[in-house]
């Protein structure tokens, strides 16, 4: 009975979290309109973080008040979700793409899942399959592949150390998600890691700094212009909070490790957007990683199918 009702709940979790990652490829096109209306990647960050946790708090606090409700044991949770699953992964990855290749900072910022399966496996001493440890290692060679990594090119080492760190903070996304999910709802959950990453971004780029103008320019989107601010409201809203929440809510069905690996097919859905909607053809390369990289999910999402793929090594203390 467990085992039956265990697999509508992870095919449903599965979904949610791809759906989450298809609306994170889809700010992709919405933030490089704004920026190349002369917007910069700071202040993009600071606005469409800021805006969704101003549009979505009031909401959460008019129709589920008590999912706004938190204990002061939940401070530490708040604040490492908000700081690091939200401001830290924009902010950091910002900085690497300033400073290495776009395809260079997207394989560095991936890494976040064989990070996940280390700290399940080092810090909560738990054994995971080996077609999880498979799945990772080709999904990120697939990445690696769809990325278009030159050999041979010159780092600057500041860009790899940004990379690196917003993968370490997109890990904390997986594993403080994980966690604040079993106990929290999404909802709340979801506002509030916004509002603090929110505080955070306005500090580094005051949005109110910006001149006006910029306010009223035009971003080009397939041809029509539209209005920056229509832009960063979609951004807020399409390609901010709503994937957050998405997210957080299949974590709650979705261990970290698979849904870890799952996020790797963002810059998948963003290659092929661009293939539709920008005519840039995919290479056969390109094409080889994109397999590689379906494979390794699969394989993950395959990984001991009867029950969640982690199994403990030794129960807890206390």
Known sequence: MDRIAWAPSRARATGLSLTSWALFASSGPLAKAVMAAGWPPAAVTSVRIALAAALLVPVVAVLRPRALRFRRADLGLLLGYGLLGVAGVQLFFFLAVARVPVGVAMVLVNLAPGLVALWVRVVRRTRLPGLVWLGVGLATAGLALVAQIGLGARLDPVG????????ICSAGYFLLGERGASRHDSLGLTAAGLAVGAVVVIAVSPPWSLPRDLLTASAVLGGPRVPAWLVLLALA??????????????????????????????????????????????????????????????????????????????????
């Open 160 to 167: 790899v150390a940004a990379g690196l760190a917003a993968a």
């Open 237 to 318: 809203v399409v390609g901010t909070a709503l994937p957050y929440l998405a997210g957080l809510r299949a974590l709650r069905d979705l261990p970290s490790a698979l849904a870890s690996v799952l996020s790797l097919v963002e810059p998948l859905i963003a290659a092929g957007l661009a293939w539709l909607l920008l005519d840039q053809t995919l290479s056969p390369t390109q094409l080889a990683g994109a397999a590689l990289l379906l494979i390794g999910a699969v394989l993950v999402q395959l990984a001991d199918p009867t029950r969640s793929p982690a199994t403990p090594i030794s129960s807890r203390p206390g």
